[in-house]
């Protein structure tokens, strides 16, 4: 077995189950390469972990296990996986929801490596060429512990042509349908890097329409596939929509179509959001609840924005067009914006403002996205539902 040492005195941070092998607390190693196992041990010799390179943004790879005698094979990650049901048997039983994340990376015990079940079509999700490297026993356990109609792939990782597709089973026709909440939405799963749905946003979505859209008129802002507007169109007066990619047009058509609601009688516009604040503005256009779920970076023609430099340009915008007393809903999916400082924007925009708030709600990740104890950035979903007053 290959061997990685530690610098002096980072023992602890590992002895207390940090998942993550960070490169600068290595003092040597073995020539380590992607998909490669090693033994982390310090620097006398002592075994504290088995773990595998797999480099993502970040780190050198992860830990697997802390039993110098286990081996990685097909049964280490099936009796992984068994454990992982387990704890999702709860969402196979629910009504009106048949998609969820099977296995969450870290928090399961694998970082790098994410399973979801949309109506029986299970998606992995490779995030470096390391882990990808299991892909012959991660494939055998899953066919050993899931049940399911097929599998896709979609690899997360840079420099690779193939990109993703289908692994094993059924071939169904694309777009799928899967429900959440009593609520319908189109999922294709052989197509490029999204698939119509960002699960980890479930319990947002169904906040939105039990609490803040009743009555209300709705703007959801990078709208995509308009999950949120289709949710909340089923209390809300109205809807609108709004995302600077053409493909959104039809796919948010498609999803109110799902859902027996005229695509027609709702709003969409294939705008970049701030100007659409500026036309929203000339136009004298007002709604009672903005929801904000931005990508972490975007660029378009102009400029480049990112949300931690930018946040506060969205919520100014969004509070020339909220009416009185309104809603906003902000959302963060970016694991370097940290809840604390994704706060203070928030309280820091508003006060220069000079409009008066309350934090409504805070949420984060759902049950079955499963996020490791000693790991901050696993719990990277922030949603904050604001009342403003003005
Ligand atoms: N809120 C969505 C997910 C957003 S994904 C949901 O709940 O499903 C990010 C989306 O932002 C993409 O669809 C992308 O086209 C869009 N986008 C990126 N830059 C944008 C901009 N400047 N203005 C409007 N939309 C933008």
Redesign the pocket.
């Known amino acids: 077995m290959k061997i990685a040492t530690l610098n002096k005195g980072k023992e602890t941070k590992y002895l207390n189950q940090y998942p993550l092998v960070d490169e600068e607390d290595i003092y040597q190693h073995d020539h380590l390469k992607e998909g490669d196992l090693f033994y982390l041990m310090t620097e006398s010799d002592q075994y504290i972990a088995t773990a595998y390179v797999g480099r993502q943004h970040k780190g050198l790879g992860w830990v697997l296990s802390y039993d110098q005698n286990e081996v990685i094979n097909t049964q280490f990650f099936e009796s992984l996986f068994k454990q992982a049901l387990e704890e999702r048997e709860y969402y196979y039983h629910i009504e009106g929801t048949n998609a969820f994340r099977l296995f969450n990376a870290e928090g399961d015990g694998v970082g790098g490596l994410t399973i979801d079940n949309y109506n029986g079509h299970l998606l992995i999700q490779w995030y470096s060429r390391g882990i990808y490297k299991f892909r012959y026993n991660v494939v055998e356990a899953i066919q050993n512990v899931f049940e399911f109609k097929s599998i896709y792939e979609k690899m997360r990782f840079k420099d690779t042509e193939y990109t993703g597709g289908h692994v094993l089973g059924e071939t169904p026709e694309f777009p799928i349908v899967i429900e959440e909440n009593f609520t319908f939405y189109n999922v294709d799963l052989n197509d490029g890097l999204m698939t119509g749905?960002?699960l980890d946003?479930k319990e947002v979505r169904k906040k939105l329409r039990d609490h803040f859209s009743e009555g209300r008129t709705i703007l959801n802002?990078?709208?995509?596939?308009g999950?949120?507007s289709v949710i909340a169109a089923q209390n809300a007066e109205m809807t609108t929509s709004?995302?600077?990619?053409n493909r959104?047009r039809a796919l948010t058509e498609e999803n109110f179509g799902l859902n027996g609601i005229d695509p027609k009688s709702q709003y969409i516009y294939v705008?970049?959001?701030?100007d659409f604040y500026n036309y929203a503005a000339r136009h004298a256009k007002q709604y009672d609840t903005i929801v904000i779920?931005?990508?972490s970076f975007?660029r378009?023609k102009k400029k480049t924005?990112s949300v931690q430099k930018n946040y506060d340009d969205l919520i100014n915008g969004a509070l020339d067009i909220l009416a009185p007393n309104g809603s906003m809903l902000l959302c963060t999916n970016s694991s370097v914006f940290p809840l604390k400082s994704f706060k203070n924007v928030i309280k820091k925009t508003l006060e220069s403002a000079g409009v008066e708030y309350e934090i409504e709600e805070v949420m984060g990740l759902p049950k079955d996205f499963k996020t490791h104890p000693h790991y901050k950035p696993s719990k990277y979903l922030k949603a904050v539902f604001l009342n403003i007053k003005h």
Not at 221 to 225: A, E, H, I, K, V
């Open positions: 749905i960002f946003q802002l990078f709208s995509y596939t999950a949120f709004v995302d600077l990619a959104s705008m970049d959001t701030f779920d931005p990508p975007a378009n924005f």
